[in-house]
């Protein structure tokens, strides 16, 4: 049988998973694997479709020093060891700029038209093109997908899509982008299956995970999202502040003297759940301790949320849906009752047991939002598209 490669490659770790793909383009999850430490101490882990663990082993860390030589490790073990010959590998790309809509077959000229977009995402983009061209360059037969967390949201309309700053910088792509893209293009399709009813209709999507955004959507597709250029805005995170006022960025620059490269680590690292409680960046650390700074930290987190959903309903002009994913979103029984709680006055109610047993509806039956728990599976979304890629085809719903 057939089997394609999934790669997410971030700055220290690679993940990757294998899908069986059958003649009707099906998928089925073998295996589910990450080399972490890169350069420090590296260390693949990986596991069966039934979760049982198939490896667990440490290197050197010259042996894996970048991204690229622990895609390596991972890819001379599936083919050596699992005797895994992927017919596509199709690789998380976090930004596709303006153009790209939709996933692309890689080639020479496309990897560096995406690395032109590097300066959009200097933490992530590098990182994901670096695997593309080794397995270019070790195994030129090879098809390789793109698959983009900005694409999903280029059916954006204007208003959504600018800064109110000069059209000029909007003609060289500072732009509010959106991300986590593939998220929500996995639960739209989600939808036709667990909720066709709402499918079509007007849904907010709240990805809540250690990255956490939300996105507006309209029979199907994107309208409107909490990030914009970058994936700091919009929502707390885990270790990201979401909405601030750029003024206090220009206030750390000025008068705490903080260089460009402070405020991104601060940024991207200091702030959100983690910077709040001084405590941890993981809700779950955080939902259970009584220490006045956590508390505030789940407040937080909690209040922006809500108003979030509330802002998207009115990109809308109505909500027929709000649907969880993501680590907290799919897990936090605790987090999902509190946001719905706050939106008691738009006629939101959580039924608790539907809710404690994470239940796809978790609504109550007189509540005039029904509410969902739909995980998400950006892997499958990536594997779907490369399929179709291969078959010139759209993506399927396996
Ligand atoms: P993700 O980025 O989607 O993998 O989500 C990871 C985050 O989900 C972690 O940092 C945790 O904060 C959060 N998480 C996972 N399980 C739970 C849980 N049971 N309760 C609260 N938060 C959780």
Excluded at 229 to 240: H, I, K, N, S
């Amino acid at each position: 049988m057939d089997t394609i490669l999934v790669v997410n490659a971030g700055s220290s770790s690679v993940k990757f998973q294998v899908f069986s793909v059958d003649g009707r383009g099906a998928l089925e999850r073998q295996i589910k694997g990450q080399v972490d430490g890169v350069g420090t101490r590296p260390r693949m882990r990986a596991a069966d479709a039934g979760g049982g663990v198939i490896a667990d082993r440490s290197y050197p860390a010259e042996q894996a020093l970048d991204v690229s030589s622990a895609l390596g490790i991972a890819g001379t073990w599936l083919r050596e060891e699992q005797r895994i010959a992927p017919v596509a590998v199709g690789h998380r790309v976090v930004h596709g700029g303006p153009d790209y809509d939709g996933p692309v077959l890689l080639d020479g000229a496309v990897v560096s038209r995406l690395d032109r977009l590097s300066p959009l995402a200097p933490l992530h983009q590098p990182h994901n093109l670096a695997p593309i061209r080794s397995i270019m360059a070790n195994f030129p037969d090879l098809p390789q997908v793109a698959c983009f967390d900005t694409a999903f949201h280029r059916s954006h309309g204007a208003l959504a899509d600018h800064y109110a700053i000069p059209f000029g910088l909007y003609a060289e792509g500072i732009r509010r982008y959106g991300f986590h893209g593939l998220s929500y293009e996995y639960i739209a399709t989600e939808l036709q299956k667990v909720a066709p009813g709402i499918a079509d209709g007007r849904v907010v999507v709240a990805h809540l995970g250690s990255g956490a955004s939300m996105c507006a959507l309209r029979k199907g597709r994107s309208v409107d999202s909490t990030m914009g250029f970058t994936a700091l805005d919009g929502l707390t995170m885990g270790t990201r502040p979401g909405q601030i006022d750029p003024g206090v960025i220009l206030h750390l620059q000025t008068a705490k003297g903080m260089s460009a490269a402070d405020v991104q680590n601060f940024l991207y690292r200091e702030c959100g759940l983690k910077g709040l409680s001084g405590i941890s960046n993981d809700m779950r650390d955080l939902v259970t301790s009584d220490d006045p700074h956590a508390i505030l930290a789940v407040e937080h987190f909690v209040h922006r949320a809500a108003l979030n959903v509330a802002m998207l309903a009115g990109a809308l002009q109505g909500l027929d849906a709000l649907v969880f994913t993501a680590g907290i979103g799919e897990n936090s029984a605790h987090i999902r009752a509190r946001i719905a709680d706050k939106l008691g006055w738009l006629g939101a109610g959580v039924d608790a047991k539907e809710n404690a047993r994470h239940a796809t509806e978790i609504s109550t039956p007189d509540s005039r939002i029904p509410i969902y728990v739909v995980p998400t599976d950006e892997e499958r979304m990536i594997a779907r598209h490369t399929v179709a890629m291969l078959a010139n085809a759209p993506p399927s719903l396996g």
